[in-house]
Each structure stands twice: as structure tokens, then as C-alpha cells.
């Protein structure tokens, strides 16, 4: 596995079922029962009704390129070494948006409204990174 150089996300109690299924190559949402909406990121309660009754659900992965940018500078440590790279909010099937980078393309081929899926990169021996390339 190459060094990870970048911030590693903070694994918290809300955020844990995310990370694992991560780790497993799933990548899940939150869902409320009651009013039957999805949410990203992870909450304690539904962001919509206020329900404290969340469930984690498994999401297809396959989404499309909301928005985008391409970044051509940043001196941050890890993310110089992989300029130019695409920032997006990909909507996920279920209507949450996540903010991601798009891998395995050019970024002058990342469009609005591309369809994407979901890939794991691991970055430690205990944390994996969802990400999004062009849809197969």
C-alpha cells in the first residue's frame, strides 16, 4: 500500500457503520423510517424529521457528477503529488450528494451529469476512502 499523505477522516460513533462498510467495499447511507428519506453524512437523528430512529442502508454506488472543479494548485501535503485532481458533488442513487474526487479519467472528461460509481481505495490498515470513476 502507498503512504497516505493526506488528513484521515475522524471515525466517530456516528460515522463508524460508514468507515466499516467502507472497509468491506459497501458504501452506505442513512435512511429514516419514518419519513422515508436518505441523508449523507452521517447524523445521530434525521436531518428531515428530527427521527432518532436512523437505519444504515447499502446505495448502489452509481451516481452522477452534480457539480465539479478541477484543482491545478494546492501545496497541501498529499495533494500536490496527485495535481490536477476533481473535487465533486456526486448525487448517489437515493438523492444524497456527497462531496468526492473522481479517479481513473482525465479531468477534462468529468462533465455535469456523468454517470459515476463507486470505488475503494484503502488508505490505512484500518480506514478506506470511497471515491467515484466514470460508470463501467
Not at 436518505?38 to 428531515?48: G, N, T, V
Not at 485532481?85 to 479519467?105: Q, R, S
Not at 480506514?127 to 466514470?134: G, H, Q
Request: proline residues 8%.
Amino acid at each position: 500500500m502507498t503512504e497516505y499523505k493526506k488528513p484521515l477522516p475522524t471515525v466517530s460513533g456516528e460515522t463508524k457503520a460508514f468507515w466499516e462498510g467502507c472497509k468491506r467495499g459497501e458504501l452506505l447511507i442513512q435512511r429514516c423510517p419514518r419519513c422515508q428519506r436518505y441523508q449523507h453524512y452521517p447524523r445521530a437523528i434525521c436531518a428531515h424529521c428530527f427521527s432518532p430512529d436512523i437505519q444504515w442502508v447499502k446505495s448502489s454506488g452509481k451516481g452522477t457528477v452534480w457539480s465539479y472543479t478541477v484543482t491545478h494548485q494546492n501545496r497541501g501535503q498529499g495533494f500536490r503529488d496527485e495535481l490536477p485532481y476533481v473535487l465533486a458533488l456526486v448525487e448517489v442513487e437515493g438523492g444524497v450528494k456527497m462531496f468526492t474526487n473522481i479517479v481513473d479519467c482525465a479531468p477534462e472528461s468529468v462533465k455535469v451529469g456523468l454517470p459515476v460509481e463507486v470505488v475503494f481505495k484503502p488508505a490505512t490498515d484500518d480506514i478506506t476512502i470511497p471515491y467515484f470513476r466514470p460508470a463501467r
